[in-house]
């Protein structure tokens, strides 16, 4: 039986063994990650959207194409500045994510 330090410290080595159990769970995590980007992103989108759509309502602008534009033109001007940055906070100062601490969180 084993015990709970091995465990824990197979869990915090940088680098897992290949066996087929972790590459399925390579896949599910890609597959889940990208279901929840779409999510994610459709409410970024939807955040600074709001408040601007009512300052068109209050000019009386009825097309509303610049607005979509101009928050699209915001979100990838901010993660093409700011998104690596961040992502390798959140991934390696924050908290070390490995394949198993990923597909937990």
């Not at 015990?3 to 159990?21: M, T």
């Not at 959207?49 to 300052?55: A, D, E």
């Not at 009386?60 to 610049?66: F, G, R």
């Not at 990838?76 to 100062?93: A, F, H, N, P, S």
Request: glycine share 6%; charged share 15%; aromatic share 4%.
């Amino acid at each position: 039986m084993r015990s709970q330090k091995s465990v824990v410290s197979a869990f915090n080595s940088d680098v897992l063994p290949e066996v087929p159990i972790l590459a399925a769970m390579k896949t599910i995590l890609i597959l889940s990650t990208i279901q929840l980007v779409i999510g994610h992103s459709s409410n970024d989108v939807a955040n600074p959207l709001g408040p601007l759509m009512i300052v068109f309502d209050i000019y009386e602008i009825k097309d509303y194409q610049p607005a979509f534009l101009l928050t699209t033109l915001g979100i990838c001007v901010g993660l093409v500045t700011l998104g690596e940055r961040v992502m390798q906070t959140i991934g390696k100062e924050v908290i070390h994510l490995d394949l198993p601490k990923a597909i937990c969180a």
